[in-house]
């Protein structure tokens, strides 16, 4: 399946001069849905990840179903103010500003195998401070999945040896 052709592309989107990679117009194509499931499913059924760490938002879309796909928790990695109890929070830089994300801090046991999955990797600001929050965690990361890499901004190259698994890559 050819999910680029399902993939929108929304000019100067959030600000001037950003491409957008508009992923709900996959989402929306059942097929193509279950298909993207499957593909991550079948690729990590058996690395014993015990969670899925899906970055606001759309990790969440991507992560949760594939946590019960494998058998896996899922940990939703936030804006800061938006979960309940005790978290441990980043600041990071994007490519058109700045933000913060934020986990619980009992959300991972030291040692355990966690996957992070987000929609999009591009400059790489957000999976590094994921990165992060999950080693001062005492994760253990087995990788990083997004469905969309921009290979272009070298986000990869700020992930300290994290493997990264791509669905669809544009130059």
Not at 16 to 22: A, K, Q
Not at 27 to 33: N, V
Not at 48 to 57: M, P, T
Not at 150 to 156: I, N, S, T
């Amino acid at each position: 399946m050819d999910y680029k052709k399902l993939i929108r592309e929304v000019p100067d989107f959030p600000k001037p001069g950003i491409l957008f990679y508009d992923i709900t117009t996959l989402l929306k194509d059942a097929q193509a849905f279950r298909a993207i499931q499957d593909e991550l499913a079948n690729r990590y059924r058996d690395q014993r990840i015990a969670k899925v760490i899906g970055i606001e938002s759309r990790g969440f879309i991507l992560g949760s179903a594939l946590a019960y796909q494998i058998g896996a928790g899922f940990v939703p990695v936030r804006k800061p103010g938006k979960l309940p109890a005790d978290t441990f929070e980043v600041n990071y830089n994007l490519e058109y500003g700045s933000n913060s994300l934020a986990v619980h801090r009992d959300a991972i046991a030291m040692g355990e195998r966690v996957l992070i999955v987000d929609d999009l990797l591009a400059t790489g600001g957000t999976a590094a401070a994921t990165v992060w929050l999950i080693r001062q965690l005492g994760g253990e990361i087995v990788g990083l999945a997004v469905l969309v890499e921009l290979l272009g901004l070298k986000g990869r190259d700020k992930l300290d040896g994290c493997p990264v698994h791509s669905m669809i890559t544009y130059a």
